[in-house]
T-cell receptor, first 114, second 115 residues
Framework: GAVVSQHPSRVICKSGTSVKIECRSL??????MFWYRQFPKQSLMLMAT?????????EQGVEKDKFLINHASLTLSTLTVTSAHPEDSSFYIC??????????FGPGTRLTVL | AQSVTQPDIHITVSEGASLELRCNYS??????LFWYVQSPGQGLQLLLK??????LVQGIKGFEAEFKRSQSSFNLRKPSVHWSDAAEYFC?????????????FGTGTLLAVQP
């Protein structure tokens, strides 16, 4: 199957700093990528839909100025958590959608904000 | 609104025993249903999906699931569990009436396998 990578796999940062997470589709092009957030022992919650070359579509309750998404190429989407605070600590997962409309998921990024 | 319910948070089975993980959904139209497995440190892997047609769907790793419209269910089954099946399992429904678009996930079922 198609492979999606995320970098970094885990990051620890100080409160108030910004953190960028990359999501790459390694062997296919993805016009659409999705960003999810997963709290411990909870489900994946969709944060936003990232479309190549256009603005991301955010789910209700997700602050677009807080979670900046850029999808500059067909193989890369980035999520930047701006001015991170401890409540932003979570597991962030991306997925990339193939031309056959199937989603492949990255391994996730564990963010810890001190 | 669309939703997915996985009633069992945690299940323990013995190796070699059969397994059934429950999933119920709420969706206005014909649902597009998925089962994913998540192992520590790895991304979600698609086990199987249902879009239309035969209501009994075969997936990878010996898993199958049956779509029952009357019960709004899409339960995952495996006749004989292996220790390597220990993981978290997520049921999901696809919004937007197609294979594309947003996925709504259940809360997951954590499967433990006893030797």
């Amino acid at each position: 199957g198609a492979v999606v990578s995320q970098h970094p796999s885990r990051v620890i940062c100080k409160s108030g700093t910004s953190v960028k997470i990359e999501c790459r589709s390694l062997d296919f092009q993805a016009t659409t990528m999705f960003w999810y957030r997963q709290f411990p022992k909870q489900s994946l919650m969709l944060m936003a839909t990232s479309n190549e070359g256009s603005k991301a579509t955010y789910e209700q309750g997700v602050e677009k100025d807080k979670f900046l998404i850029n999808h500059a190429s067909l193989t890369l989407s980035t999520l930047t958590v701006t001015s991170a605070h401890p409540e932003d600590s979570s597991f962030y997962i991306c997925s990339a959608q193939t031309l056959m409309n199937e989603q492949f998921f990255g391994p996730g990024t564990r963010l810890t904000v001190l | 609104a669309q939703s997915v319910t996985q009633p069992d948070i945690h299940i323990t089975v013995s190796e070699g025993a059969s397994l059934e993980l429950r999933c119920n959904y709420s969706y206005g139209a014909t649902p597009y249903l998925f089962w994913y497995v998540q192992s520590p440190g790895q991304g979600l892997q698609l086990l199987l999906k249902y879009f239309s047609g035969d209501t009994l769907v075969q997936g990878i790793k010996g898993f199958e699931a049956e779509f029952k419209r009357s019960q709004s269910s899409f339960n995952l089954r495996k006749p004989s569990v292996h220790w390597s099946d220990a993981a978290e399992y997520f049921c999901a429904v696809g919004e937007g009436g197609g294979a594309t678009n947003k996925l709504i996930f259940g809360t997951g079922t954590l499967l433990a396998v006893q030797p």
